[in-house]
């Protein structure tokens, strides 16, 4: 079990000092100024975070550019130590456990292999820095190999591998040992589609088979709504979400995850107007917020989502206009427009489904228990 409790780590403010590239450092140090969260003391890239994760957890970490994910698995890498705040491993402080004791293998987004290596040293490099006999490494190595599809490129440099083979000998030489813990940093973020698929089922089997905890720091939708089981979500280094995937997803806490999680991203009406007998209006279509709800907001202004998958295309409701259409795999996105309102749909393709047209005139149906409600400053209702 991993716990953290009220972690911070602040970067200090990049000095300048001295003539060469004196403008240079100058610019560096403006930009860390006006990033969203600094002190006295530097940039503060991850504030007061606190959770836990149990053994064999798939964790999901979510978060735009700069959001503290990178810097939240160095932490629990021990790569980077806490302004303040600590990380315990089994209730022991990560800091009191030596570097060799720590049970972590990590993947980094670049590969990080070494480049006169076979993929076979690769591999075993964290077994042959132990020592161990070359019988155990060698049979070791080819498990791994196996697990991961590569059993027949093990005496290939790197590069002569494609990416998605570059990246799984990163992942075989992280889980060579059979750490308890698997840290992930964006490892198919330059990978196309068909290759993460595939890496996507090859790293659900290695947690099924070894029960290790992973946790997986991604910007990507599908990788996190495919593979984990909880999700944390972040934003300039503050955590707004931590909770199971599925209640996340259909109840979440704030409009930030709302609108974060799910492709394509909610629908959202903002500055809606509750009148004071607590009906309001969504898309020509109206509504009533119970007294309990009601009370809940401030000055009568609350904003609403919708889920595009929940919102449907029928032969009556409300009217609305084809814009375009895109597709993702197997759903049709649907772009509309309700009077000057823009919207979209999600649909499943089927044999039978007509395409939409560009300026047809169809009709949207969606349910009020469907509809996410948020205060003003944007916390769920």
Partial sequence: MIRLDDVTLIYPFEKVSGLFDRKKKKEILEKQKAMPYTSNEGVVALQHFSDRFDKGDFVAVLGPSGSGKTTLLRILAGLERPSLGEVYYDDVPLHEI???????????QNYSLYPKQ?????????LEVQHLPRDEVKEKV?????LLGLSNKLQKQPDELSGGEKQRVAIARAIIKKPQVLLLDE??????????????????????????????????????????K????????????????????????????????????????EN?????DGSYTILTKDFHLDHKHKRALKNGRMSVGLRPGD??????????????VEMAEADLIIHLAVNEKKVIALQKMNSELIPYLRGQEVFLSFAEEDLHLFDEEGNRI
């Fill in 311 to 324: 919102l449907k295309i029928s032969d009556r409701g409300v009217k609305a206009v084809v814009e375009y």
């Fill in 187 to 228: 490892p198919f973020a330059n990978l196309d589609v068909p290759i993460r698929r595939r890496l996507r089922r090859m790293l659900k089997d290695i947690h099924e088979r070894y029960g290790m905890t992973i946790i997986y720091v991604t910007h990507d939708q599908y990788d996190a709504l495919a593979l984990s």
């Fill in 98 to 108: 030596d570097l060799e004791e720590r049970d972590i293998g990590m993947v980094f």
């Fill in 118 to 126: 076979t993929v076979y040293k690769n591999i075993a490099f964290p």
């Fill in 142 to 146: 080819e498990e791994a190999a196996n």
């Fill in 272 to 276: 809606v107007k509750v009148n004071s």
């Fill in 230 to 269: 909880k999700i944390i979500i972040l934003k300039d280094g503050i955590k707004v979400c931590s909770g199971d995937l599925s209640d996340v997803y259909r109840k979440p806490p704030n409009l930030f995850s709302a609108r974060f999680l799910g492709f394509p991203q909610m629908n959202v009406f």
